[in-house]
């Protein structure tokens, strides 16, 4: 069974800064990417940054600048460290990841999500 925790969210004045921290767990064969999504009330998930297996990152335009993702491949653990939050960033978090369990079969897993709160 595959685990992701996330840590970190909370509540931070505009300009302010907080890293993520999201740890996989369980039976892991081979981890290919991970990501940061977020989601507001009424609206869709969507993908702030994703890093590949080989470290390739990819950010949304607006996070561009602000937020770097980054990951400990011994720990299977991903950071997102976010710098001049906006309040405009305020969201729900969540973590992501596409992994196998067994070679050749891939799947992805969330994790519970955690809140970030940018006051102005």
């Known amino acids: 069974q595959v685990q992701l925790v996330e840590s970190g969210g909370g509540l931070v004045q505009a300009g302010g800064s907080l890293t993520l921290s999201c740890v996989a767990s369980?039976?892991?064969?081979?981890?290919?990417?991970m990501g940061w999504y977020r989601q507001g009330p009424g609206k869709q998930r969507e993908l702030v940054a994703g890093?590949?297996?080989?470290?390739?990152?990819s950010y949304r335009d607006s996070v561009k600048g602000r937020f770097t993702i980054n990951k400990d491949n011994a720990k299977n653990t991903v950071y997102l460290q976010m710098n001049n939050l906006k309040p405009d960033d305020t969201d729900v978090y969540y973590c992501?990841?596409?992994?196998?369990?067994?070679?050749?079969?891939?799947?992805?897993?969330w994790g519970q999500g955690t809140q970030v709160t940018v006051s102005s």
């Open positions: 992501n990841a596409e992994l196998q369990v067994i070679p050749g079969l891939t799947n992805t897993y």
């Open positions: 369980g039976s892991i064969f081979n981890l290919l990417t």
């Open positions: 890093i590949s297996s080989d470290g390739r990152t």
